[in-house]
């Protein structure tokens, strides 16, 4: 048993192959859709591909968990239960949950996570959740240092999963309900609209445009790799990457890329560690800046900052390049160093606040040329910030095999009375082990050498020589087909043996007493869907339960409550005002169709809420 506390790795899996090359290039675990019931509609999969990325993962001792985060219709309970029981036996290690309905089932003894979509932002929920059996917590995005801090040290015993890189949303998880509200696609139910990624108007009371057009509502992408050491002081014990919608060369290069920023926490600090085996090898250089991102912020970990916002565009914009120098009959050039290639993607933020995009067509002398087909050119004022989206040769490299993950093996080839016997030895202690009979020929020329060389030839396989002995009692000739013969039948007999001895987290045990949950009285807030989530809350001394606003939606109501306040983005702020303009009361967000949304600010817990 490795020593020290876990820092766990979690990276997204769209897909059996998307995970397959997580793992590969460097995550402790994965999180994955099944065919229903997950918070990602598009990203379902089959039981039986959950089935396979589990053998796959579990050779490494890295884990998988499944997405079971809807809240469930009366109808779908039965289904559910099925479904997490199909899961359990294909090897699933953990089931992260929403639904409250899910604690009333008759569960295999699998680990429960709650998931983010259950809005956690004190250490009372942790507890109350603890208490009910969950054995980890998902905290809310928005959660500052210091908070995180707070809520471990009340609650030491609960493991603290906590997002780290990957698209934010605006709205509290399972607190939104604006996609419902306008295009009757629940967020709660897997199928966000993405409300918070169109424009809007900002007007006051007076009708006055204060901002035309923009995308109030989109934030930058969450990037927090250089703050994962205070994260893990502060008790977090998971580091997720957002994204199981993403394509899996952005999942190759930002777990990889994490995968390396958490071994260099591990290699200075022995009271961390990885929880799974072996280490990755990489045709590339991991570069986070490369795969899609509006920008990066590291959020309200550290308070509320000025960089949160992304108002010019929801598209990716990629890696700063430079800034434009000139701008000329068809080409531009552009300051700094950076190398560009024919086919890259480059993009800017035009005069008018939107994002142009040209892909390269050459470059010659220093001379970038685009692929104009229109065939104007477009009119960039010099200085302007230059991005790359799409990084050609970037690409190509993750389109291959771009990473190989092995575990470091101890070999011993031995002389027995009999025969010979190769044993081989893993870094967690697994032992397989083969012995033949075989008639002793003495050789004339020294062999150490060549049986060094079979024996350690472990490509295609997940492991990788780390020494290799030899004892003969003399110079022995052994065909090489033989040693292939016996290297064959110990891998796998090492590999079957890493099956065998990995076991699957413990199941979470509810408290002998009955828990409290925080509040007495639920709105709509609590999303409750069900018969049974609502006799679960009514056990548990909530005196009302209003219906989710998925069954029945109030006559008016916030359909977001957000952290991000556009007051304060925009320096209108009453603690931390920056511009003399006056605006009069309530503001509110104008969409494109027409709709109009109030905005009510919270000053008091700095919050912001948006109505219709």
């Known amino acids: 048993m490795k020593e020290g506390r876990s820092l766990e790795l979690l990276s997204p899996a769209k897909n059996l192959e998307c995970g397959i090359e997580a793992i590969k290039h460097g995550a402790d675990a994965v999180y994955i859709g099944a065919g229903r019931f997950g918070a990602r509609q598009a990203a379902g999969n089959s039981v039986e591909d959950i089935a396979r990325l589990a053998e796959f993962a579990h050779i490494y001792g890295a884990r998988v968990y499944v997405t079971i985060n809807t809240i469930l219709k009366d109808s779908e309970l039965a289904d559910a239960e099925k479904l997490i029981w199909q899961l359990y036996e294909a090897g699933a290690d953990a089931l992260l949950v929403q639904d409250m309905a899910v604690l009333r089932m008759k569960l295999p003894p699998i680990a429960l996570h709650a998931s983010t979509q259950c809005d956690v932002r004190s250490a009372d929920k942790v507890r109350f959740l603890a208490d009910c059996g969950f054995t980890r917590v998902v905290l809310a995005r928005e959660l500052s240092l210091k908070e995180i801090t707070a809520i471990h040290e009340a609650c030491p015993d609960v493991e603290l999963e906590c997002f780290v890189h990957g698209a934010l949303c605006v709205s509290y998880s399972g607190q939104c309900y604006a996609s419902q509200y306008c295009f009757n696609r629940s967020a709660n139910r897997g199928e966000c609209a993405q409300?918070?990624?169109?424009?809007?108007?900002?007007?006051?009371?007076?009708?006055?445009?204060?901002?035309?057009?923009?995308?109030?509502?989109?934030?930058?992408?969450?990037?927090?790799?250089?703050?994962?050491?205070?994260?893990?002081?502060?008790?977090?014990?998971?580091?997720?990457?957002?994204?199981?919608?993403?394509?899996?060369?952005?999942?190759?290069?930002?777990?990889?890329?994490?995968?390396?920023?958490?071994?260099?926490?591990?290699?200075?600090?022995?009271?961390?560690?990885?929880?799974?085996?072996?280490?990755?090898?990489?045709?590339?250089?991991?570069?986070?800046?490369?795969?899609?991102?509006?920008?990066?912020?590291?959020?309200?970990?550290?308070?509320?900052?000025?960089?949160?916002?992304?108002?010019?565009?929801?598209?990716?914009?990629?890696?700063?390049?430079?800034?434009?120098?000139?701008?000329?009959?068809?080409?531009?050039?552009?300051?700094?160093?950076?190398?560009?290639?024919?086919?890259?993607?480059?993009?800017?933020?035009?005069?008018?606040?939107?994002?142009?995009?040209?892909?390269?067509?050459?470059?010659?002398?220093?001379?970038?040329?685009?692929?104009?087909?229109?065939?104007?050119?477009?009119?960039?004022?010099?200085?302007?910030?230059?991005?790359?989206?799409?990084?050609?040769?970037?690409?190509?490299?993750?389109?291959?095999?771009?990473?190989?993950?092995?575990?470091?093996?101890?070999?011993?080839?031995?002389?027995?009375?009999?025969?010979?016997?190769?044993?081989?030895?893993d870094e967690d202690g697994n032992v397989g082990s083969v012995a033949e009979e075989w008639k002793k020929e003495d050789a004339r020329t020294p062999q150490e050498g060549n049986i060094r060389t079979q024996l350690s030839k472990l490509g295609g396989t997940c492991f990788e020589p780390r020494t290799v002995e030899v004892k003969l009692d003399g110079e022995r000739f052994i065909p090489s087909s033989l040693l292939s013969d016996m290297r064959r039948q110990v891998t796998d007999r090492l590999e079957s043996a890493r099956k065998e001895s990995y076991v699957r987290p413990a199941q979470g045990s509810a408290s002998d007493v009955k828990a409290e949950y925080p509040v007495r009285e639920l709105t709509y807030l609590g999303n409750v869907m069900n018969a049974q989530a609502r006799t679960f809350y009514s056990d548990h001394g909530v005196r009302r339960v209003d219906d989710a606003f998925e069954k029945t939606a109030p006559d008016s109501a916030a359909v977001m409550f957000c952290r991000h306040c556009i007051k304060n983005s925009l320096g209108l702020c009453p603690k931390n005002r920056k511009t003399d303009k006056q605006v009069r009361e309530p503001l509110f967000l104008v969409s494109q169709d027409g709709r109009r949304f109030r905005l009510r600010f919270d000053c008091t817990h700095c919050q912001m809420e948006v109505l219709y």
């Open 195 to 425: 409300f918070c990624r169109l424009k809007f108007d900002l007007v006051d009371a007076d009708e006055g445009v204060i901002v035309k057009g923009r995308h109030l509502l989109s934030l930058r992408d969450m990037n927090r790799m250089d703050y994962l050491e205070e994260l893990a002081d502060a008790g977090v014990c998971s580091f997720k990457i957002e994204g199981r919608l993403k394509e899996t060369s952005y999942v190759k290069n930002v777990t990889a890329a994490y995968s390396q920023a958490i071994d260099r926490i591990t290699e200075r600090r022995p009271e961390y560690r990885r929880p799974s085996s072996g280490h990755s090898e990489y045709q590339f250089t991991p570069d986070v800046s490369k795969s899609f991102n509006r920008g990066f912020t590291d959020y309200f970990l550290f308070g509320r900052r000025a960089d949160i916002w992304s108002p010019g565009t929801p598209k990716s914009k990629g890696e700063l390049m430079g800034q434009v120098r000139i701008a000329g009959r068809g080409f531009l050039t552009i300051t700094g160093n950076k190398t560009f290639h024919n086919g890259d993607g480059l993009c800017y933020i035009g005069q008018d606040g939107e994002l142009k995009g040209y892909r390269v067509n050459r470059v010659e002398n220093g001379r970038i040329f685009l692929y104009l087909e229109s065939g104007d050119m477009p009119s960039i004022p010099a200085g302007t910030d230059v991005y790359r989206n799409f990084d050609q040769e970037f690409e190509k490299t993750l389109a291959k095999e771009s990473a190989r993950r092995t575990i470091p093996v101890d070999i011993l080839f031995e002389e027995t009375a009999a025969g010979y016997r190769v044993t081989m030895t």
